[in-house]
């Protein structure tokens, strides 16, 4: 039995919108593949066509053209993707922000290594010397530190360190 593709009308904003998609030199391919699916269903083209056009296959035609009559130009962009679930909780990663926001115990400044070996015994469980950056790293993304004129931040680079 033959599938019986969807039919596509645009309105004068979706088409400007997929139109610019398909034009702009900044765009990503697959946003642009969408676009284009889409302005050809537009046009009557079935997916057996706009696959052979494209170089995509029938099925992610269906797809797009499917997604986009659902739910018209949000069904063209990627669906929010979760990932792995964090291993730290957000009280954890504040406390190695607290830890490497304070001052060292024994020496001058701190190091990655030694701020680890302090986060293990703070938080209390293993924890590697590159989740740890991760974190700081990203500290500043996520503005969980207090403004910089209140706390300092011990940390210094290798370059620094050898300076002194």
Known sequence: ???VAV?????????AELEKN???HKVE??????????LLAAEGKECIEIASILGVTEKTCRK???????KRL???VDLERRGAPDTFTEEERLEIIRLACSQPEIPKNWTLAYLTEKAKERIGRSISIETVRQILKSADRRAVVVAPSRHRLYLKSRNTLNKE
């Not at 797009?64 to 659902?70: L, T």
Request: glycine share 6%; proline share 3%.
């Open 64 to 70: 797009w053209r499917n997604r986009f009559a659902e």
């Open 74 to 76: 949000d069904g063209i």
């Open 7 to 15: 039919k596509i009308e645009l309105t004068d904003a979706e088409r």
């Open 22 to 24: 398909i034009k702009g």
């Open 29 to 38: 391919k697959r946003l642009y593949i969408r676009s284009k699916i889409i």
């Open 1 to 3: 039995m033959p599938r």
